[in-house]
C-alpha cells in the first residue's frame, strides 16, 4: 500500500469514527436515563385482617398501619431526617410516656402520630390516604398525603 492510500484511509476513518461519536452521542441524549419507579399505591390485606387498637409495620412497605376505633390509618416509616427506615413502634417506656418509635440512623424519635419527640428530624412522619377498593383489600396511597388525624372509616 502506498504512503499516500495508507494516510488517506487513515484520515477518513478517523473523521468516521468521530463522526460515529458524536452522532452516536446525539441520539443517547435524546433517550435520557429513566428510572420508573415502583407503584406508589401500596396493597394490603382485608380490613378484618387488623383488630381493633393493632400497629402493623412492614420494614420493606416502610410504613405503619394503625386501626383504632375511629378506622384505619396508615403512616410512613421513612424518616424525615435523612431517610432510614423507622423501627417498628415502641410502647411506653422511661424515656418516652407514649408509644414512639426510633430511628436507627441518628435516634430521632417519632410518636404514633408521627410527630416528633427528639431531633435531629423535624418534620413528623408523613400519613398517607387509605381506601378499600372495590376487590375488598384494603390499598395506601403513598401519593396522597394526608392529616395526621385523617382515619378511613370501613
Ligand atoms: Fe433518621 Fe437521621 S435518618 S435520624
Redesign the pocket.
Known amino acids: 500500500m502506498k504512503r499516500r492510500s495508507f494516510l488517506s484511509i487513515l484520515g477518513w476513518g478517523g473523521l468516521l469514527a468521530w463522526l460515529a461519536t458524536v452522532l452516536g452521542g446525539m441520539v443517547r441524549f435524546a433517550f435520557p436515563n429513566v428510572l420508573f419507579e415502583p407503584g406508589k399505591k401500596v396493597k394490603l390485606t382485608k380490613p378484618e385482617d387488623y383488630p381493633i387498637g393493632s400497629v402493623t409495620f412492614w420494614a420493606e412497605k416502610r410504613l405503619f398501619l394503625f386501626r383504632g376505633k375511629e378506622g384505619f390509618r396508615a403512616m410512613s416509616a421513612i ?1 424525615t ?4 427506615t ?1 423501627r417498628d413502634s415502641v410502647k411506653v417506656d422511661n424515656e418516652y410516656p407514649q408509644d414512639h418509635s426510633h ?1 436507627p ?4 424519635v417519632f410518636a404514633r402520630d408521627g410527630k416528633v419527640l427528639s431531633g ?2 423535624r418534620r413528623p412522619l408523613e400519613s398517607y390516604r387509605v381506601s378499600l377498593p372495590p376487590d375488598g383489600y384494603l390499598q395506601v396511597d403513598k401519593d396522597k398525603q394526608v392529616a395526621a388525624d385523617w382515619y378511613f372509616t370501613v
Do not use: I
Open positions: 424518616c431526617h435523612l431517610g432510614c423507622v430511628c440512623c441518628h435516634g430521632s435531629p428530624a
